[in-house]
Structures are given as structure tokens and as C-alpha cells.
């Protein structure tokens, strides 16, 4: 009889924080940003949809006390998947490398990427208006499948070419650096706000 099995896997960690006011969160992203005139001139430089504070700021746990819980918070899941993923950091552990706000607004996209110097990145949503983006996640294996068939609209989650996760306020998605993913164009009226982060193997 045949045997198929899945192999090579590709996590992804989807949690909720704990205690985290995302209301109070909300509040810090935005004064931030208000403040940041070097990130604002940074994203009209670069034709930056919206704000983006990953070009001037390093310092939010800092700058405000719940970026620091939130830190605290996200150093435990991040612990949780690296033991999922079983590996083996000898005499070295996952620290946090950077972290920063997303503030999309209507009609703005983060286009398809990763973030090749970490080992895992992830973000948990401080802002998630009714009918904004979901994240999209692609198939890793996808440029070398060649001559390959589309999969069917409702071929297992597991088998898909792209995986579209919609998270609530408040949740946390993790994801080992190198799978590339984007944020397709914010249809809602709303800001879309978001803080996003790496982990190194440090």
C-alpha cells in the first residue's frame, strides 16, 4: 500500500497576549509617531505607505513601559516556538533584535519579503479595522515548482501556494524568518497598526 507523508515543514505560531491594554498600545503608537519626525521623513523619503518606525527607532521598550511587557510577553511565545520548532541553540538563546510600528493607512501595502539576518520574526496587532488586510504567507518552495499545476481552490491548508491569516487585536503570529509574506492593500477606511519584530540567535 502507497505511504505519503508531509515533510519539511513550514510553522506558524498563532497566540493571544495576555494582559497587554491594546487600547493603552494604540495610544503609544501614535504618540510615537507624532514625535518621530525622523521616521516620518524616512517613509515620504522612501514612498513608505503610512509610518514605519524601523528606520529610526530602536529604543520603544524604553520610550514607553508597555513595550516593555510586551517584550516580556513576546520573549516567552518566541521560547514556545523555538522549542516546537526543536532547536538546538546550544550555548546561545533567541533575543530580540529589533522592534517596531506599523501604522498602514487606506490604499497602503507592505509588498512581499523577509527578513534574512533573523531566525524568527512574527507581529501582534494593536489595530485591525473591519475589512482591513489579512497577512499573506507564500509557499517557500514556490520558485522552484516550475512547470507545476495550480493546487484547487480547496486543496488542504498544508498544500496551498499562499496562506492568508486574518489575526484579531491582540494576537501574535510567529514565523521562522526566511518565509515570505505581505500585507496586500488596506481596503478599510481605518489605520491598520501593528508591531512587528526579530529574533537573533544570539
Sequence with gaps: MAQIRSLFA?????????GIDAAELEASCYSIYEDDEAGQDWCEEQGYPG???????????????????????????????????????????????????????????HTAHIHPHSVISGTTYVAMPKGTSAIKFEDPRLA??????????????DLRQFIYATPEVGDVLLWESWLRHEVPMNMAEDERISVSFNYAWN
Design 144 to 157: 522552484m515548482m516550475m512547470a507545476a499545476p495550480p493546487r484547487l481552490k480547496d486543496a488542504p491548508e
Design 51 to 109: 509610518y514605519t518606525s524601523y528606520a529610526s527607532l530602536t529604543d520603544l521598550p524604553w520610550r514607553f513601559p508597555i513595550f516593555k511587557d510586551l517584550v516580556e510577553q513576546l520573549d516567552t511565545h518566541v521560547a514556545a516556538f523555538a522549542k516546537d520548532l526543536a532547536f538546538d541553540l546550544g550555548d546561545k538563546t533567541l533575543q530580540l533584535e529589533d522592534i517596531w510600528i506599523n501604522i498602514l493607512p487606506e490604499g497602503g501595502i
Design 10 to 18: 513550514t510553522r506558524l505560531y498563532h497566540s493571544k497576549l495576555d
